[in-house]
């Protein structure tokens, strides 16, 4: 079973936080991790089977890695003595842990902003994202600060519950937060979905109407008392 059989999209160079994950499940489902990411070492294999099974492996997970690529991003591993040092070149080089890169990362977290009309579940995953590409190149935001940063960063509608959930007596901890947050989300879909039912349905009246010659009630007053919104016979 390969990369592509799994449909890992190829990757290009970007996005590496999403693929690094994808492909530990993919090692890590072949039985290849321990070697990427050194939990067993080539030194550590004393018996001529076990270094035989060591380099087995390296070699079976270095093609795995090299296919799950594009052709721009083989140069950076070509040259890898196996597949621990292919994996370490990798992050040593889209998690570099410079000062300049934290702060880059940490600057995009604290200014992330939700505008009205995006996805609930999207806004959570990119600040989660963020948190965790944060935690890999040594800078790990706590929890605190990553559920006050997300309240901090919700559209002016949400400012209600924000009140709500800060008058609780208990800490906020991020499930909680995040669970009201898509609970309120699927009840305006919910109330939104009503509404246009509603709307379809009035729409669908007046149309009939208009269809049997009759004019709309709400646009013609009535003939007994001049009052718009019924006829005389109601």
Known sequence: MDASSLRISKFDGTNFHAWK????MVLEERN??????????AEQCETQLDQATYKRK????????????E???????????????????LEDHFEKKSLANKLFLRRRFFTTMMEEGDDVL?????????AEQLEAVGAPVCEDDLVITLLGSLSDSYQFLIT?????????????????LLHEEMKR????SKGDEA????????????????????????????????????
């Open 21 to 24: 994950f994808k492909m530990r």
């Open 32 to 41: 290849l991790w321990e070697v990427v990411s050194g939990e067993i070492k």
């Open 58 to 69: 390296s070699r079976k997970a270095m093609a795995v890695i090299c296919l799950a690529m």
């Open 71 to 89: 052709d721009s991003q083989l140069p950076l591993v070509r040259s890898a003595s196996g597949a621990c040092d292919a994996w370490s070149r």
């Open 122 to 130: 999207e806004h959570i995953n990119k600040l989660k994202t963020l």
């Open 164 to 180: 709500a959930l800060e008058s609780r007596s208990d800490t906020l901890s991020w499930e909680l937060v995040t669970s009201r």
């Open 189 to 192: 879909r919910e109330q939104g």
């Open 199 to 234: 709307s379809q349905g009035q729409a669908f009246i007046t149309r009939d109407n208009q269809r049997k010659g009759r004019p709309v009630k709400k646009s013609w007053p009535c003939h007994n008392c001049g009052k718009i919104g019924h006829w005389m016979a109601e």
